[in-house]
């Protein structure tokens, strides 16, 4: 029994020695690499990637963040009277609030339609300039079809989750007094519903008995500046955990994600209708979807939006199949929409909201 024990608490510090020499070198790789520390939850990740990248003072990382401002309610919008690129390759502007391209909109809506369209870096248009944006084709195309003056606002916000699209239509949308909200939602953003902090700090609803609660409101950037998260003793946990945790998620189609979108959804389509306005949703699908035949699991997730919007009659137009079939001749994607691929996402919408009457 001594003997026993004794191998026994050999091989508990063998363990312990080479356990502490193994965090010390992984902390001293990820310190000489300049990553992040690992974290389970996705909002810690996501908030030590911006503490090691504001800290550090990585500028070339920094310049992607200089076109947008601190928002108190939507964490971040694009700045006011911008002029700049992505670096160098496409040129863009916003307006006097902050609306992507040049052209000035009053709040007062005159005669015609007018549609806000708002979503994330695909409605913003990242790598195209301001007249290559799906909003912006939209505009020319329900014009020249209806032959009438049409509006198309691009309240796009690149980085954005529905629950920021959601504030930012209530904060800044409803002020244009739209006929349409048309709502971009690029499936992998049901993600970014369940953070608190992405790109920076973000509102986050959850859902409850009544609807949805916001239990999460962005502080300034200053606050996080000031006060900086403490990196985890240990490591090696975590790393682990964040090797198996999406392959959890994917098991489950990301029904706990898709839950919470879908409440936010229903919450927008209320909205909507308590002030007069018609809401459509477009599903943007994934460059994996649309180039290849290989099931991933956001087509399960496609599946269930698809589902949950014709039993809540929320409208929806899916853009997987026409994109599928247009990219074995066509280049639609590089990373975001090309301009090809905003071309035929217009083409598609203005297709679709004349056919079932929306306009």
């Known amino acids: 029994m001594e003997e026993l024990s004794k191998k026994l608490l050999l091989l508990l510090a063998t363990f312990m020695i080479f356990y502490g020499m193994s965090e010390f070198f992984v902390h ?7 990553l992040p520390a690992p974290a389970l939850d996705e909002s810690v990740f996501n908030r030590m990637k911006w503490d090691d990248k504001h800290f550090n003072g990585d500028q070339e990382r920094i310049s992607a ?11 971040w919008r694009s700045k006011q009277n911008f002029s700049g690129s992505w670096f160098g390759k496409t040129f863009y502007t916003t307006n006097s609030h902050g609306v992507r391209g040049k052209k000035e909109y009053d709040y007062e809506k005159g005669k015609g339609l007018r549609i806000v369209a708002i979503g994330d870096s695909f409605t913003f248009g990242e790598n195209v300039n301001d007249n290559e944006t799906y909003p912006f084709v939209l505009e020319d195309l329900l014009g020249k079809n209806l032959k009438k003056n049409v509006e198309v606002i691009n309240l796009g916000i690149h980085g954005s989750a529905t629950d920021q699209d959601f504030l930012y239509l209530q904060e800044e949308g409803i002020r244009y007094h739209p006929d ?12 970014r519903n369940a953070m608190n902090f992405r790109d920076a700090a973000k509102p986050r609803f959850k859902r409850v008995k009544e609807g949805l609660e916001l239990e999460s409101v962005p502080a300034s950037p200053l606050f996080y500046l000031k006060n900086p998260l403490e990196k985890p003793l240990f490591f090696i946990p975590r790393i682990i955990g964040r ?17 919470l979108t879908e409440g936010i959804l229903m919450a927008m389509r209320e909205f909507t209708e308590k002030n007069g306005i018609k809401f459509v949703v477009v599903l943007m699908p994934t460059q994996q979807s649309v180039e290849t035949e290989k099931f991933n699991s956001y ?9 949950f919007g014709q039993e809540q009659k929320i409208k929806m137009i899916d853009l997987e199949q026409k994109m599928r079939e247009l990219s074995k001749k066509e280049v639609l994607y590089d990373e975001h929409w090309t301009v090809l691929g905003n071309e035929r ?15």
């Open 28 to 34: 001293d790789y990820y310190k000489t690499k300049r």
């Open 65 to 75: 963040e200089a076109s947008d401002e601190y928002d108190p309610i939507v964490g």
């Open 180 to 191: 349409l909200v048309v709502y971009g939602l690029f499936l992998p953003d049901i993600h």
């Open 243 to 259: 090797m198996l945790l999406p392959w959890y998620e994917k098991l489950t189609f990301y029904k706990k994600d898709v839950t």
């Open 299 to 307: 087509d399960k997730v496609q599946e269930e939006l698809l589902r």
């Open 345 to 359: 996402a217009a083409e598609e919408l203005t297709k679709f909201l004349i056919e079932e009457r929306v306009v």
